[in-house]
């Protein structure tokens, strides 16, 4: 059974910073993502990143602001957020796929790729 547990979540002004992380309960040797949803809006991409950590995508509203990284001995997927905008003020989910490791830009941008999830973490950025 696994499970993905997100924290770093906060309130922060735009400009700020903060640190997304999800803990996962295995070694998985496949993608990790990241996707938001803000209030009455449809889930949103943000970022992915293959196992060996070589191969990164993010969607082009956070590039060059958010940065996804992983330590895989300790498990753990993160989401560095930069230069926040309250346009990404949403609740971000961590995901896992535990089949295929990596794929076109066109499947790992789709939530149903992923085979487990996080609860999430609420992500407010303040004007």
């Known amino acids: 059974q696994v499970q993905l547990v997100e924290s770093g979540g906060g309130l922060v002004q735009a400009g700020g910073s903060l640190r997304l992380s999800c803990a996962t309960s295995?070694?998985?040797?496949?993608?990790s993502g990241w996707f938001r949803q803000a209030p009455g809006k449809e889930r949103e991409f943000v970022a992915a990143i293959r196992w060996s950590g070589g191969n990164t995508y993010y969607v082009d509203s956070v590039k060059g602001r958010f940065i996804i990284s992983r330590d895989n001995a300790k498990n753990t997927v993160y989401l560095q957020m930069n230069s926040l905008k309250p346009e990404d003020t949403a609740v971000y989910y961590c995901?896992?796929?535990?089949?295929?490791?990596?794929?076109?830009?066109?499947?790992?941008?789709?939530?149903?790729?992923?085979?487990?999830w996080g609860q999430g973490t609420q992500v407010t950025v303040s004007s």
């Open positions: 295995e070694r998985t040797f496949s993608t």
């Open positions: 995901a896992a796929r535990s089949r295929s490791g990596w794929g076109p830009q066109l499947v790992i941008r789709d939530g149903n790729w992923y085979d487990y």
